[in-house]
C-alpha cells in the first residue's frame, strides 16, 4: 500500500485544534500558548495557500436529556443538558469520528463536506434510560458547521 504524506498545513492544524480544546477545557491558556496558537494558525492560512487543505466544516449541537419533571412549568425548560455523552459520527457506516459532549452538553466536531450519520450512544453506567435517540442523518456543506441536536428520553412521565 503507497502511504502518502499528510499536507504541511495539517499538522500544525491539528495542533491548533488541540490548542483550542485545552482553551475551551480549562479556559485559559498560558501567554506563550496563546503566542504559539497565533503564529501556529498564521502557518496554517500560509500552507494551505500553499495547497493544504484544513477542515473547516463539520457537525455541532447539544445533546439533551427530558423530560426532568413529569409537569410542564410555564417558561421553565423540563430539559437539561447532557454531559459526557460520547457522539459518534459514520459515514457509510463507518465511524469517522467521535466527541464526549461538555459540560453544557455541546460538541464540536469537525468532518469534510459531504453525508453523515450521527448515531446513538447510550450513557455510560445505565441500562434503559435515558434512552438515546435514533440515529439522524447530517449534510455538511463547505465551510459550514451543520447542526444536529439530540435528545434523551428519561422516561419520566
Known sequence: MLH?????????????EKSMQYLRRYGSLGIAS??????????????SNAGARAVLSGIQGQVTEGPIRPLD?????NSAPLAGVVVVVKQNGVEVARQTTDKNGDYKISVAP??????RQRVSGSFRFP???????????????????????????
Not at 434512552?131 to 419520566?156: E, F, K, M
Open 4 to 16: 502518502t504524506p499528510a499536507p504541511p498545513g495539517w499538522r500544525l492544524l491539528s495542533r491548533l
Open 34 to 47: 496563546l503566542l504559539a496558537c497565533l503564529l501556529i494558525g498564521v502557518g496554517v492560512i500560509a500552507s
Open 131 to 157: 434512552r438515546p435517540p435514533a440515529a439522524q442523518t447530517a449534510t455538511v456543506t463547505a465551510s459550514q458547521y451543520t447542526t444536529v441536536n439530540l435528545s434523551y428520553d428519561t422516561g419520566i412521565r
Open 114 to 119: 459531504g453525508a453523515y450519520q450521527v448515531v
Open 73 to 77: 412549568i410555564d417558561g421553565q425548560p
